[in-house]
């Protein structure tokens, strides 16, 4: 039967038939599609999807979308009138289709154990009317001058060098490497430690879906990372532009036992290093194993020069067996090669499957002629995307099977079984399993026989596929890769200074990604950094923030002398951007404090940062300037004409923000030339106190408050005389047996020492107009008559009010008491003066009568 097969298929095919075999990096892919868009219709059978795919695009680019056909277990891109078909070997349609041109690439592949026999049957079968060709590597020539006589082998040597460059660390390993491991378990491992210190890598993995794969590896090609760490799986049709292939291991469970590599195999991979003419290496991880982790010298020798055993058997199954029964299904797939050049093909596990199913009574039964047969075992046949075992795999298609054999299955059924699956949350082993599951679905999907509403069914399965896939790659994407690190580390190098860095918002982002806040001139690692990344942050700033430095700093400057700048003076500092610019220290005077730069505007160039510290000291000029009566009075301090007196007073004044107590001053002791000075310099001599009257506003009086604390003024530093400067006198601040700078104390209220002194003043005048002019005379008994209305508009009250009457020499006039039988109102409260011993202190006035006082004022204040 496989010989009348075999014989029949070299009548019927006359076309030439070519082996083009060599290495890796050889041009053989691209030989075949050169040779497929020469002929009017061609195919070409892949080993992957991911390939098939790939190649799909190309032709299309060529041959335009309508003319080209992709066809695989899960995916069928079918226009009506495709002539050029790019498949997987397992779907390749070489008994329905006559194509002038056929292709079948990685021919070795027939000596693989779960799909030799695939491969093996397209070799010996898959014909051309006009050309057939044959690609792989040079191992299997011998087999195919034995199987194929007819057909011309052509070598092609490798277009580039592969050298071994023997074992480095991880931390080692050269941009644009492969490292390739053999579990999942270390593909993880090494794509964690490789984001820790290089920014991460790209992941590939055969669990992946074709999607995913296609994204992981965009990541890589794009040179958005530099890394990618694989299994085996990359050595098999991807084309990467890696420099250098690590292996972590050279060993691997093959599903039935733990072994070491062939050297076949080893260069099988090593040989995705190195891309046309570009040479590439290979070597291993130290660290990474025993003494079978290393290449043996004769191994070195074999891949750098692509000398290898030839094989001497491909794997064989009979590729049309009857179908009359189960029995008869399973003895022909079970049957001996016809020659000695193929070897029974181990039990893959579609045969696997159809024994297992066999051997159970309830579905054997229901499996009855050659129709259902052939059902069946295209049932069988169904991939084990999941990779869960004989038994799990057997009892899916046996739960498929119950619906199968009575027809389609519904649309409704299928289309809930894909929306099971449309979620996109999960870990990445989560997704891992959806996605392996929705590929059956879209296998299941695609065959034309087995789903009602087909291409919409397919559709969806292939839908989400998709959304798994984004969503996988996102999951791999943000645990494997850090975006910025990888940046960072690819630009801290000799190109550093072409590196795109802007500010957006303060974000300070390099090539786009943020590794920062500049506020001020200060630069923040972005907290949410990892500790290990603060080193390589803090290295990308100092390389490349000074040009943003200096331009920001020649726009603080320009601001300055626009009077546009948004500076602020709080506690003693200079505050740009909620940043400190500059601190004030002690400098000749309270009032000419010095600026110091903070150590912030290190980072800026120096000739704009001597611009920048000399536009501050402007700016700080002018922000002084409510300090300018101040500044009079220091200046004329140290002027000859002041004499050592008013000197003195004056330095005093200065040092308390523009105020003194009268009796402290020593005002009474200066002579008539030096009260005229004091006079011209804008102090006011009150009754009680000498001050200023520019400096009791708030706006000067809190520069003053923080030059004070600067030099450490007492008053200045205490916290408590942070109070407005108000009309309406403001309690006492608790604590407190001084009142705070600007105010005079009457007890339990601080009045303004302006406000204090009018209605001293306006007491003065009332005495003057209603008894003697002349405020020396002698104070008559009778006394004078107040009116409160504007002590009790300050909101003073009645003990604070008599307090500073008393402090400013008034006593109260007792009236005489009603008589015992007498009624009517009380007798007018009058009051006198007497001038105050200058001597005393301002809490000593002269000695009053003070009982009853206090109440004939509350009922005068009333």
Not at 419 to 441: K, Y
Not at 684 to 708: E, H, I, K, N, S
Request: one cysteine or more; a neutral charge.
């Amino acid at each position: 039967m496989a010989q009348d097969r075999h014989a029949s298929a070299g009548r019927d095919a006359p076309g030439a038939v070519k082996a083009v075999l060599g290495p890796t990096n050889t041009g053989k892919t691209h030989l075949a599609i050169e040779r497929l868009c020469a002929h009017s219709s061609g195919m070409i059978g892949f080993p992957l999807r991911l390939l098939a795919r790939e190649v799909y695009d190309r032709v299309v680019a060529i041959k335009g979308e309508k003319n080209v056909a992709l066809i695989t277990g899960e995916e069928r891109i079918e226009p009506k009138d495709a002539r050029y078909l790019l498949c997987t070997a397992e779907a390749m349609p070489v008994t329905e289709k006559s194509m002038a041109f056929v292709a079948v690439d990685e021919a070795q592949l027939g000596a693989d154990r779960e799909r030799g026999h695939v491969f093996t049957d397209r070799l010996l079968h898959a014909r051309g009317r006009e050309e057939t060709m044959i690609l792989g590597s040079s191992t299997v020539e011998p087999l195919v001058r034995a199987l194929v006589p007819e057909a011309e082998i052509v070598t092609r040597p490798r277009f580039s060098t592969l050298t071994h460059a023997g074992a480095r660390k991880l931390s080692r390993v050269p941009p644009r490497s492969a490292i390739v491991a053999f579990s999942a378990e270390q593909v993880y491992a090494i794509a964690e430690m490789l984001r820790r210190f290089r920014g991460g890598a790209a992941v590939v993995m055969g669990a992946l879906s074709p999607q995913t794969r296609n994204a992981q590896v965009a990541l890589y090609q794009s040179g958005e990372v530099d890394y990618l760490v694989a299994t085996d799986a990359i050595g098999m049709g991807l084309n990467l532009d890696v420099e250098h292939v690590a292996f972590a291991g050279l060993s691997k469970y093959d599903g039935r036992r733990h072994r070491r590599l062939t050297p076949s195999e080893m260069a099988q991979i090593a040989g995705r290093a190195g891309r046309h003419q570009k040479d590439g290496t290979f070597g291993t991880l130290t660290g990474s194993g025993g003494h079978d982790s290393e290449f043996e010298p004769e191994e070195v020798y074999a891949i750098e020069e692509h000398r290898f055993a030839p094989l001497t058997k491909l794997f064989w199954r009979e590729p049309e067996p009857r179908f009359d029964s189960l029995a008869t299904l399973i003895a022909d797939l079970e049957m001996p090669p016809y020659r000695s050049e193929l070897a029974p093909a181990p039990e893959a596990i579609d045969l696997a499957v159809l024994k297992r199913l066999a051997d159970e009574a309830g579905v054997a039964d229901s499996v009855r002629g050659a129709g259902q047969v052939r059902r069946f075992w295209e049932a069988c046949r169904l991939p084990d995307f999941r990779q869960q075992g004989v038994e799990t795999h057997a009892r899916f298609v046996a739960r498929l099977w119950q619906d199968l054999r009575e027809g389609e299955l519904g649309a409704d059924f299928v289309a809930a079984q894909i929306a099971q699956l449309d979620r996109t949350g999960g870990d990445i082993d989560t997704l891992q399993g959806r996605i392996a599951a929705i590929r059956s679905w879209a296998y299941i999907a695609q065959r034309p026989d087995w789903v009602l509403a087909r291409d919409e069914m397919a559709a969806r399965a292939r839908a989400v596929e998709a959304r798994l896939s984004d969503a996988l790659h996102g999951k791999l994407t943000e645990r494997f890769i850090n975006r910025r690190t990888a940046v960072l580390m690819k630009k801290l190098g000799p190109d550093a200074g072409l590196l795109s860095v802007r500010l957006e918002d303060e974000e300070v982002l390099v090539e786009g990604e943020h590794i920062g806040s500049l506020r001020g001139f200060s630069f923040q690692v972005d907290p949410g950094a990892r500790l290990s990344d603060r080193k390589l942050l803090l290295a990308a700033a100092e390389r490349h923030l000074p040009g943003l430095l200096h331009k920001r700093a020649e726009m603080l400057v320009a601001a300055v002398h626009a009077g546009e700048a948004q500076i602020a003076l709080e506690d003693g500092a200079l505050v740009w951007d909620g940043q400190k610019l500059a601190t004030l220290g002690p400098g000749r005077a309270l009032v000419t404090p010095v600026l110091v730069p903070d150590r912030s505007l290190d980072a800026v160039p120096a000739p704009a940062r001597k611009a920048l510290v000399a536009a501050l000291e402007a700016w700080l000029e002018g922000a002084l300037a409510p300090l300018a009566p101040l500044a009079r009075l220091e200046e004329a301090s140290r002027t000859a004409e002041a004499g050592p007196d008013l000197r003195a007073l004056l330095i005093a004044l200065v040092e308390r923000g523009g105020m003194a107590s009268r009796p402290e001053s020593g005002v009474d002791r200066l002579d008539k030339d030096r009260r005229a000075m004091l006079t011209r310099l804008g102090v006011r001599v009150g009754t009680l106190d000498l001050f200023v009257p520019a400096m009791l506003r708030p706006a000067p009086m809190a520069l003053w408050r923080q030059l004070a604390r600067v030099t450490g003024q007492r008053d200045g530093a205490a916290p408590q005389a942070e109070i407005p400067l108000t009309e309406m006198p403001p309690a006492m601040p608790a604590g407190r047996h001084r009142p705070p700078p600007g105010y005079r104390s009457l007890g339990k209220q601080v009045l303004r020492l302006d406000m204090a002194e009018k209605l001293l003043r306006e007491a003065h005048e009332v005495r003057g107009r209603d008894k003697a002019p002349n405020r020396d005379k002698a104070p008559s008994r009778s006394g004078f008559a107040l009116d409160p209305s504007r002590a009790v508009s300050m909101g003073l009250t009645t003990a604070s009010y008599a307090r500073l009457l008393r402090l400013g020499g008034f006593q109260p006039v007792m009236p005489r008491p009603l008589a015992a039988d007498a009624h009517g109102p009380p007798a007018p409260v009058r009051w006198r003066w007497r001038p105050p011993h200058r001597e005393a202190g301002p809490e000593q006035p002269a000695t009053v009568h003070r009982e009853g006082a206090f109440a004939v004022l509350a009922d005068m204040m009333r």
